[in-house]
């Protein structure tokens, strides 16, 4: 059984990894990182990557996902969610809330990178999302058609 005592702080020691399974990320709490963090390497973030499918890594820089909804208030209801998850784990997202979708960009502003509390974060979200988020429903409009 894998515990959260098992894993390192965002900033390890000397030699210890800084990648933790993705079966519990959603449930840690990541201390923010200063600006002498390194930004994960490809070979750290590949493993990461794998377990959000929904998320798009944009240039090894930050993590992207695009959420369907079926108008502008359910896309500003759905950020306003977000935002409370993001403000309780003190790590903010980029939000573009536009009618119909919910764009999602998540990065360490400190160091212009991704860190593994990008990934907390983003696993965080998902749970907000749960798993039908994602699709386009047919709005109330063309459904009454």
């Known amino acids: 059984m894998i515990r959260r005592a098992d894993f390192p702080p965002c900033e390890?020691?000397?030699?210890?990894a800084r990648i933790r399974p993705m079966s519990v990320l959603s449930k840690l709490k990541c201390p923010p990182c200063s600006g002498s963090t390194p930004a994960l390497t490809a070979g750290?973030?590949?493993?990461?990557a794998k377990e959000l499918p929904s998320w798009e890594i944009v240039a090894g820089h930050h993590l992207h996902r695009?959420?369907?909804t079926e108008e502008f208030v359910d896309a500003l209801a759905?950020?306003?969610?977000?935002?409370r998850v993001a403000e309780k784990a003190g790590h903010?997202?980029?939000l573009l809330v536009a009618y119909g979708r919910?764009?999602?960009d998540i990065f360490t502003h400190k160091i212009d990178g991704l860190t593994t509390g990008d990934f907390?974060?983003?696993a965080k979200i998902d749970e907000v999302l749960g798993p039908a988020r994602g699709k386009r429903r047919p709005s109330k409009k063309s459904?009454?058609?």
């Not at 390890?12 to 210890?16: A, D, V, Y």
Request: charged residues 25%.
């Open 78 to 83: 759905l950020a306003t969610r977000i935002g």
């Open 44 to 48: 750290e973030i590949a493993p990461l």
């Open 120 to 122: 907390i974060l983003a």
């Open 143 to 145: 459904a009454k058609r």
């Open 102 to 104: 919910l764009g999602i």
């Open 66 to 68: 695009t959420v369907a």
């Open 92 to 94: 903010h997202p980029d």
């Open 12 to 16: 390890p020691s000397e030699g210890e």
